[in-house]
């Protein structure tokens, strides 16, 4: 299939199959991680010129997968506190609520 005939469901269809094969024993990252080097592709090729119009992998089902088997809780401020005493006198610490921050993003506060 040439560059500029691939549609998004023509993204859908593998991941729809891929979900049939596996269904719950793949991670929704697992998933995500599969769409992602597919959308690169025509990126790259949009950079390059040889594809014009919407990346046609924007809106492509991606499934949900399976559940973390995990619970992600956050600190309590007792354990945040423990943490502190443990690196008392070890330099600067910088506390982030946010997960997005980069390390010279919270260092620029």
């Known amino acids: 299939m040439r560059v500029r005939d691939f549609r998004t469901v023509d ?4 991941m729809k199959a891929v979900e049939n ?8 990252g697992t998933y995500k991680g599969i769409k992602v080097p597919m959308s690169a592709i025509f990126t790259h090729a949009k950079n ?3 594809y014009d119009g919407i990346n046609p992998m924007t809106g ?4 949900k997968g399976k559940r973390h088997g995990r619970k992600r809780l956050a600190y309590t401020r007792e354990e945040v506190e423990k943490h502190l005493e443990l690196f008392s006198g ?19 506060v």
């Open 48 to 50: 390059e010129g040889v």
């Open 90 to 108: 070890a330099g600067p610490i910088v506390i982030s609520t946010k997960t997005d921050h980069t390390l010279p993003k919270l260092l620029s």
């Open 21 to 28: 094969e596996h269904g719950d024993s793949l991670s929704h």
């Open 60 to 63: 492509v089902y991606i499934p």
């Open 11 to 14: 993204g859908s269809r593998p």
